[in-house]
């Protein structure tokens, strides 16, 4: 079958079947916050210090809290068809305003500890694998085991203790010099500054992962009958390793790395705490200490859709990395 | 590693020969086998064969210093989490010195005290308690739910697999610690708490990775081999497919109980955790404030949990190595 023909069915498939899981999800994270105790109006009534009862009242009908819970979900449905999520108590901003605030911190937080842990991971995986049982495999399992037994919230103060209190190389916390009026590449360079610290946290934990799944998936592949058969062909290790073993090796680290989106997005909560980085992980946080259900809602959400995106994404390339998947 | 070859000769020289073994293992030294499908898929089912692989298995974990020094010190942190009301009886999070004693300092608190007098070594000991709890109940739960809906779903497919997999989905999609600060939200932190709402959000990736070994492997020969014998649906699944879709989920429960440890330690860190209970995650949470000038208050519990962390992992690695004859030509 061309591989065009797999691939669009099974675009079709993961299509058609991202549309329930979003219903789904919706729903389900919207009955799990109405039963936790307290709302939004009780918190800023304890904010506010001094609220009567009628006061309190007052602030839910604003916010429709005092609807029946049925009312409140056909609410916030019908605002999300028409593509907004709500309006946040808390912050008296429109949730997708807060949310796009916040958003490009993350992603880019994001997708900087990826790369590192993808490039990082294969490059030290396929190493490890080549080297299977001598000393440089050795010596990197440890290292990689190091890695992913270390708390990215606790290397990240010791990184802090290290090249911020220590040495004063790198900026402990922010997203930027504060009040600097730098462009261009002195900009992109400030910036990175910033980036260091927080994206090597989060990616180091991933590295391992990567590290260690293409090591064996590599050595898993490598007695099969079809690496034999390539180096009976005459090819050159390093044909067979990258065209044939690592092509099929490929196959558990996208798995892995589409489920590591929503993973990451976990992990960046606390990273953002540690470095105080303006993100969506932070804005999550304070929302649930704030029981802001919109704002969490609004997030919940649109990280489901990350993730959809994500594994959409990593089943086309699984029905192009392997004929046999999606054949059916 | 020679411990493999070693055992090998027990097995091919005894009672059965070629075909008793298992014949992905022997594939790459002995390729006149693999094409012997039929007889290996009926061969290995015997129960001479899983005796001897088992002893084989455990040979091999014996024989991994890595293993053998992981499950040393995870015995240790067991003894200490089992002492640690014997050695210190009190209150861990009771004032018992002055403060901010750096370790060394005193003799009487070896690794010194935290802001507001507090032993850092009772911490510690104490600590290990609620980590080893957490991380080994929350791993089991969710192994055992994760492996039963990956199987199905990857086994079956249609539309099994279709309503396992949005379950999955569904469940994956919600950003795993975001679920998890919510979960612990809701129901007020605990220990049992914290357990449950841990084997809530790792059951599905294991699933996940049972599905995907199981749709790969149920498209190779052995298993058209065990379904054109006539094998049922259930001895497919557990005896078949199973064993060799096992090295990868071994290699992920390794990282489960790994992850659930650093988990609860996130969860403590930011304050979600039990509040009664002292735990290496809110040691460093409090010792965080101090970071600049105290930072030993965030290194220490630190260190325990990296160590910790480390052991199991070494023993997970021990036990892939034992387990999964497939790798063991390469040693």
């Known amino acids: 079958m061309p591989a065009l023909v797999r691939i669009g069915r099974t675009l079709r498939r993961t299509l058609l079947q991202a549309v329930p899981t979003i219903l789904g999800i919706v729903i389900l994270n919207f009955f799990l916050l109405q039963l936790a105790p307290g709302d939004a109006a009780d918190v800023l009534a304890g904010e506010a210090g001094s609220a009567t009862e009628e006061s309190v009242a007052a602030l839910r009908a604003r916010f429709g809290l005092d609807s029946p819970v049925l009312e409140q979900l056909a609410t916030y449905l019908g605002n999300l068809a028409q593509f907004s999520l709500g309006f946040s108590p808390r912050y008296g901003m429109p949730v997708a305003d807060l949310i796009a605030q916040r958003l490009p911190g993350t992603l880019t937080l994001m997708a900087v500890a990826l790369l590192i842990a993808i490039l990082l991971g294969v490059v030290l995986g396929s190493l490890m694998a080549t080297f299977a049982g001598r000393i440089p495999d050795r010596l990197l399992s440890v290292f990689s085991l190091l890695f992913y037994s270390i708390p990215s919230f606790w290397i990240g103060l010791m990184l802090i203790v290290l090249f911020s209190v220590k040495l004063g190389w790198l900026p402990s916390g922010g997203a930027g010099t504060i009040g600097s009026q730098l462009k261009g590449l002195p900009l992109l360079l400030d910036k990175a500054r910033y980036m260091v610290l927080p994206a090597t946290s989060l990616a180091l934990f991933y590295v391992a992962i990567y590290a260690r799944l293409t090591r064996a998936a590599m050595l898993e592949v490598k007695n099969q009958d079809f690496v034999r058969t390539a180096y009976a062909k005459g090819l050159t290790p390093f044909g067979v390793t990258a065209r044939h073993i690592l092509r099929n090796a490929l196959i558990p680290i996208t798995t892995m790395a589409g489920m590591h989106i929503g993973g990451m997005l976990g992990g960046a909560v606390v990273v953002e705490t540690v470095y105080s980085w303006p993100g969506l992980g932070r804005l999550a946080f304070e929302a649930v200490m704030g029981r802001d259900f919109t704002v969490l809602l609004g997030i919940l959400l649109l990280s489901s859709l990350l993730v959809i995106i994500a594994n959409a994404a990593v089943d086309l390339v699984h029905a192009w990395l392997d004929p046999r998947i999606g054949a059916r | 590693m020679s411990a493999d070859f070693g055992a090998y000769p027990a097995v091919t020289g005894g009672a059965y020969a070629a075909p008793a073994t298992n014949e992905q293992a022997t594939a790459p030294e002995r390729p006149a086998w693999s094409n012997v499908k039929a007889p290996d898929a009926r061969s290995q089912q015997s129960a001479a064969v899983a005796i001897t692989n088992g002893r084989r298995a455990l040979g091999v974990f014996l024989a991994n210093p890595n293993a053998l020094f992981g499950t040393a010190f995870l015995a240790l942190v067991i003894g200490v989490a089992l002492l640690a009301p014997v050695l210190y009886p009190d209150d861990p ?239």
Request: charge should be neutral; hydrophobic fraction near 55%.
């Open chain 2, 93 to 331: 999070l009771s004032m018992v010195g002055k403060p901010f004693l750096w370790p060394g300092q005193d003799p009487a608190f070896p690794l010194g005290t935290d802001s507001l007098g507090r032993d850092v070594l009772a911490g510690i000991l104490h600590g290990s308690r609620i980590s080893l709890f957490v991380g080994l109940m929350a791993t089991a739960l969710g192994l055992t739910f994760g492996v039963i809906v990956g199987a199905i779903a990857g086994y079956f497919g249609g539309w099994v697999d279709d309503l396992l997999v949005r379950l999955v989905e569904i469940f994956q999609t919600l950003p795993s610690f975001v679920l998890l600060v919510v979960l612990v939200a809701i129901v007020q932190p605990s220990a049992t708490t914290v357990t449950l709402a841990i084997a809530v959000i790792s059951w599905p990736t294991v699933a996940r990775l049972t599905r995907a070994e199981f749709r790969a492997i149920r498209e190779k020969d052995f298993v058209m081999a065990a379904r054109s014998l006539g094998y049922g649906h259930s001895r497919i699944i557990f005896r078949e497919i199973l064993p060799n879709a096992l090295p990868p989920i071994i290699v992920t429960s390794s990282v489960m109980v790994a992850t659930a440890i650093l988990m609860e330690s996130a969860l403590s860190f930011m304050g979600l955790g039990d509040p009664n209970v002292v735990s290496w995650g809110s040691m460093i949470g409090t010792g965080r404030e101090l970071v600049r000038t105290a930072w030993y208050l965030t290194a220490l519990p630190g260190l325990a949990i990296v160590f910790t962390v480390l052991a199991l992992n070494l023993i997970g690695d021990g036990l892939n190595d034992a387990l999964n004859p497939r790798f063991s030509g390469d040693r």
